[in-house]
């Protein structure tokens, strides 16, 4: 079985790559809200229902990265909350 230290340690270290994903996922919110926005420029006044369609994914997607940032978010906050308690 593990010590309280090497568990710290492997919380921290989990916690670390979770921060690092945090990063690449707002990367990722940017690259869509980019997306997104330029997709709504270029295809204003279109009425072609599959136009509608990738507005909404785009929108969807970026809703969907803000959930991800927010679960991960919640996830190192629990871990350092186990960590302090050890």
């Given amino acids: ?21 945090l990063g690449a996922l707002q990367q990722a919110h940017s690259a869509l809200e980019q997306a997104q926005g330029m997709m709504l420029r270029v295809s204003e006044g279109s009425g072609q229902a599959d136009v509608s369609e990738a507005n909404g994914l785009l929108a969807q997607a970026v809703g969907s990265v803000v959930e991800v940032q927010q679960s991960v978010a919640a996830a190192i906050q629990a871990a350092e909350s186990v960590a302090a308690r050890l």
């Fill in 1 to 21: 079985m593990a010590s309280f230290e090497e568990v710290r340690s492997g919380i921290a270290l989990a916690n670390d790559k979770a921060s690092e994903s």
